[in-house]
């Protein structure tokens, strides 16, 4: 009979995490539409997606919901992400952004932001990764742009 509670416990728990955040693919797919949407407009190539980026884009939005900054919350720059996971780039940035439901939202508030906007007109980077993540009714987004290097 323990045992048995023990595991309805389990499940329950996990049932219950999963309504309490998620990783938005959906939400990310059309962040990137919207971004090379904008970047069309203005006459730019099209961002890639990289799925290096993509997993460095995901354990930052969940970094965000711990700490809400550029500094991740081991008190490093949003960067070392990068060389944590081996993705060689020239150069980097990242938007972040929280609050935001869906990404019309979330790209209009970057397009009014001066740095925001630059880092998705900039014609250095060639790659972005994108990450919606939502814990607690609370949305985290980052985009991580990168000029890549190829690996020799």
Request: charged share 25%; aromatic share 14%.
């Amino acid at each position: 009979m323990f045992k048995i509670m023990i595991k309805a416990l389990f499940i329950l728990y996990f049932c219950s995490m999963a309504v309490l955040y998620s990783e938005d693919n959906y939400e990310a797919e059309t962040t990137l539409k919207a971004l090379n949407e904008v970047r069309e407009n203005e006459g730019l190539y099209p961002f890639e997606l990289s799925d290096e980026l993509n997993k460095a884009a995901n354990i930052r939005a969940k970094e965000l919901s711990i700490n809400f900054s550029h500094i991740r919350p081991n008190n490093t720059r949003y960067d070392e992400i990068l060389y944590e996971n081996r993705i060689r780039v020239f150069s980097s940035d990242e938007n972040i952004a929280y609050r935001f439901k869906n990404a019309e939202t979330v790209i209009s508030y970057w397009m009014n932001s001066s740095q925001y906007k630059l880092n998705i007109l900039s014609d250095k980077f060639t790659h972005v990764g994108v990450s919606h993540y939502a814990i607690n009714g609370e949305d985290f987004w980052v985009v991580i742009f990168a000029q890549l290097r190829r690996m020799n």
